[in-house]
């Protein structure tokens, strides 16, 4: 089964390029005395880097430090720093509620009076620094942003007092709050490095009843652009750039209980990667669910292993970096009737098996995927009707409790806040 998450991936290679364009509304002459330009080029972005996995919010330090807790932006601000994925338009994913994106710019105008390309007398430039961060809130439905020069020198004439630099973070729509609205800050050049504070925020919610279907969702796309207009000057050409970031979904929810808390908000194209094996040792757990970790392990390394026995069997689930685009991560399935559905063809695939065993008390069927996936035994199979490309086996009762109910459910499901068809990854 191929990935949800590559739908649309060709078309978003293509709207991902980078626009360098004139303004609308604004009269530039056909040949224009001056251009600002911009000399400094952003990493390509690889069509590849949206299916790539990030950390799983369940590994967080299972007791957080108050300031942590207190500001999460410091955090990431630090870490994003160090992060080189952040200076591509898809940003760098802490997790499913932790984002940023950072770059350099240097923009020039100079004088329209060389043959040569990029060429003419330069009358100012400004070479700048910046960080965007995003904070989705799991617990309501909010999403922070704040945008800041993290350097910014500028230099040249009185041209750079009447230019107006805008900075503004797009996707607010109609059934979305935004403060500001629009999500943008504009100041002359001069405003901007006289200014002690070269930074603006923009907070994004959205009511608790409403949105799409029975999770009240609402999703939007966040981009950043920028733009340098010379005011009571059409003779001179602005600059803008559009998608400096792009590729990423916020989306808010009231999906319940079931997702862990009633409300929430997810950069919901992160795709997340579930390690049973890191979070039980974390807990000082591993023995309580060893048997699951070989059945998994056994399933994605060695599913010669694996009941049922068909040639070429390749149950689905773990990333890899060859696979390029063709990536095949599990999804969640939220309805409880068509998850026992699956439990109960996997349960078949046991009997079959293991006969009268399969009836002992003191074990259970494990199945993978699990399930609460699309990937499931009698989902994936056209209801039970075709081969599977999964794995059945008894195992101790306690061993699939736990790691069922304390790990994928619980530590994983809920901490990501993974919702019906969201995708993710299996570590083996």
């Known amino acids: 089964m191929r990935t949800t998450a590559r739908r649309g991936l060709t078309t978003l290679a293509t709207a991902l390029a980078l626009v360098v364009t004139a303004l609308p509304g604004v009269a530039a002459a056909d ?3 001056a251009a600002w330009t911009v000399t400094s080029a952003p990493p390509a972005l690889d069509p590849a880097d949206a299916l790539r996995p990030a950390p799983s919010a369940a590994l967080a330090p299972i007791a957080p430090s108050r300031a942590t807790l207190a500001a999460p932006e410091d955090d990431l601000r630090r870490e994003c720093q160090n992060r080189p994925e952040a200076e591509t338009r898809y940003g760098w994913a802490k997790d499913r509620f932790l984002r940023c994106w950072r770059g350099n710019r240097k923009v020039e105008l100079k004088k329209n009076d060389s ?3 990029g060429g003419g007398t330069k009358l100012a430039e400004v070479d700048f620094d910046y960080t965007l961060l995003g904070v989705a809130r799991n617990g309501s ?14 230099s040249g004439g009185q041209e750079r007092n009447i230019s107006d630099l805008r900075v503004e973070i797009t996707g607010c729509t109609t059934r979305i709050v935004c403060a500001p609205n629009p999500s ?6 001069t405003g901007w490095e006289l200014t002690d504070d070269r930074s603006f925020g923009a907070t994004w919610t959205t009511p608790d009843d409403t949105g799409e279907g029975l999770l009240k969702t609402i999703s939007a796309p966040v981009g950043l652009n920028m733009s340098i207009v010379t ?5 001179v050409r602005p600059w803008s750039e559009t998608g400096m970031a792009s590729g990423a979904t916020v989306r808010f929810d009231s999906a319940g209980a079931k997702a862990g808390k009633h409300h929430g908000t997810v950069f919901s194209d992160v795709i997340p990667t579930f390690n049973l094996r890191a979070l039980a040792a974390r807990d000082g757990r591993s023995n309580e669910v060893m048997y699951t970790v070989r059945h998994i392990e056994d399933a994605l390394l060695r ?20 696979a390029g685009l063709d990536q095949r991560p599990l999804h969640r399935l939220f309805d409880d009737a068509i998850t026992d559905k699956n439990r109960a063809a996997a349960g078949k695939v046991c009997n079959d ?8 008390p003191n074990l259970d069927c494990d199945e993978y995927p699990f399930a609460s996936t699309q990937e499931g035994a009698w989902t994936a199979t056209n209801q039970a009707t075709q081969p599977w490309h999964g794995s059945a086996r008894l195992i101790p009762s306690d061993d699939n409790q736990t ?15 993974l919702l019906d068809w969201d995708a993710f990854y299996v570590q083996p």
Request: glycine share 6%.
């Open 31 to 33: 040949s224009p005395s």
């Open 115 to 117: 043959p040569i390309p």
């Open 141 to 154: 439905r909010q999403v922070d942003f704040t945008f800041t020069f993290d350097k910014f020198e500028p």
């Open 184 to 189: 943008a800050a504009t100041r002359t050049i």
């Open 231 to 235: 005011t009571g000057r059409p003779d």
């Open 303 to 322: 599913p010669i292993r694996t009941f049922p026995s068909f040639p070429f069997k390749s149950p689905p689930g773990r990333y890899r970096a060859d």
């Open 353 to 360: 098996v293991w006969g009268d065993r399969a009836r002992d």
């Open 403 to 417: 790691a069922g109910r304390a790990y994928l459910s619980t530590a994983f499901y809920q901490v990501n806040r």
